[in-house]
């Protein structure tokens, strides 16, 4: 085997590693419950915004620079700050890390050890994470050579026998819009938000194994295609297994234990124990991912006076202490977090990788501006809080119903921008490009 096909694998078992967390094996067996005999529809809708977006996003990076700083560049750098900081503490330190340990106990270590407390768990998911965050340049050969294995292997036994031999039928649920459902449930895996955050330490360790060029390209795309097959087969297995459970249990509490039901179902006491240490391992690529990335920006961000390892540490506490809630108060919050600042990723990430088609500067102000203010008024609506005129408006936007009301202002947004840059740049000619000759776009 090529040095180049080597490692084209292991930064592509990698990518797969930190995109496959918590969520990512919480959620599609119970959306697979709810579909029942429609869980391709379902597959197909997930896979939208749980494996397309996610690639993309990390194409997204790639395509305009490498950074997530190049990929803001057209809004200006105080947006740079203020959108990273957002995802790097609401998303990252507060929301997707403590989950992710939190995780780790009730499906993992407490279905080995029944006994141990969550704190007990969650000091050692930690204690687990500082380590291998601590060798942030080699974070990605470990995670690719050591981690993913061990999960892919047991993704493949668990989900091999519960397809090979089902646990039952799916059923005809009842379940009305489907696809559209699943688009928005896989919000909830924070994969989009988890492919910009650590696209830069995926493409860093390419430049690490020394390529450049068409080379860099063609490990980076090959990694992507990896992570992406890697996703929608275990995503596509889950969800049937979910489906095949919808005729057995009809009532099934929590994700979590619906989850550990079906493990049970298709291996026994061993499906339980193979799951457990599932998690174990998806939870820990993941959060680690996410951890060196957070702490690499926000030491940036305050001129490195605590330097990378301080806020590694400061990662682990925040995290242990949120995580020590337990999965269900966490998740409490995860939902409108997710809803206010998807729209606003998910446009970005298609600017960035149809960057050479964007006009100039305007169009992605324009575009993010308007994603985010119908997000802000529908997420706000969600909670009956309104502002009169305003609300009612954004309630009768195209797609509102199946929770798309954004898409539609977003293109005029897009349009809006594209014009007024336009038009103020032929007043002043003089005006800044606002960098976009840097990174591709088009004057």
Wanted: aromatic share 10%.
């Amino acid at each position: 085997m090529s040095k180049v096909v080597q490692h084209t694998i292991i930064v592509g078992l990698a990518l797969f590693a930190i995109f496959f967390g918590a969520g990512n094996l919480i959620f599609p067996p119970s959306i697979g419950n709810s579909a029942g005999e429609s869980w391709i529809s379902a597959l197909m809708g997930f896979s939208l915004t749980g494996v397309i977006l996610p690639v993309l996003a990390v194409y997204a990076i790639y395509n305009t620079g490498g950074t997530v700083e190049a990929l803001t560049r057209p809004i200006g750098n105080w947006f740079y700050k203020a959108f990273n900081t957002v995802m790097m503490v609401c998303i990252g330190m507060i929301v997707t890390i403590p989950r992710m340990s939190a995780t780790t106990h009730e499906l993992g270590v407490s279905q080995i050890i029944p006994n141990v407390p969550l704190i007990v768990s969650v000091l050692a998911f930690f204690a687990i994470c500082f380590y291998f965050a601590m060798d942030q340049s080699n974070v990605i050969d470990k995670i690719g050579k050591w981690l993913t294995p061990v999960l892919v292997l047991i993704l493949i036994i668990l989900i091999g026998k519960g397809v090979l031999d089902p646990i039952g039928a799916a059923i005809n649920t009842g379940a009305e819009r489907v696809f559209a459902n699943s688009i928005i449930a896989a919000y909830q895996t924070g994969d989009v938000g988890t492919g910009i955050l650590c696209a830069p330490i995926f493409l860093a360790a390419i430049v690490g194994y020394g390529y450049k060029g068409k080379q860099s390209k063609k490990v980076a795309l090959g990694g992507m295609a990896i992570a992406a097959i890697g996703l929608i087969a275990v995503y596509g297995g889950l969800l049937y297994l979910g489906a095949t459970s919808s005729g057995i249990i009809t009532k099934p509490g929590s994700d979590t234990e619906l989850l550990a039901g079906i493990a049970f179902s298709v291996i026994g006491n061993l499906g339980k124990a193979l799951l457990a240490i599932c998690v174990v391992f998806a939870c820990l690529t993941s959060a680690i991912g996410v951890m060196v990335i957070s702490s690499q920006f926000l030491n940036e961000l305050t001129k490195e006076k605590l330097g990378y390892r301080t806020w590694v540490f400061i990662m682990c506490v925040v995290g242990a202490t949120i995580g020590s809630l337990g999965v269900g108060a966490i998740v409490e919050i995860t939902l409108p977090i997710f809803l206010v600042i998807y729209p606003v990723i998910i446009v970005l990430v298609l600017l960035g990788a149809f960057d050479r088609f964007v006009p100039n500067a305007g169009a992605y102000k324009g575009t993010v501006l308007f994603a985010f203010l119908v997000s802000v008024v529908e997420t706000f609506a969600s909670y009956e809080i309104t502002i009169p005129g305003v609300t009612q408006l954004v309630m009768h936007l195209p797609l509102q119903s199946s929770g798309f009301a954004w898409i539609m202002p977003s293109i005029v947004g897009f349009i809006i921008g594209t014009i007024l840059h336009k038009v103020l740049k032929a007043e002043d000619p003089e005006k800044s490009t606002f960098g976009i000759e840097e990174i591709g776009v088009e004057k």
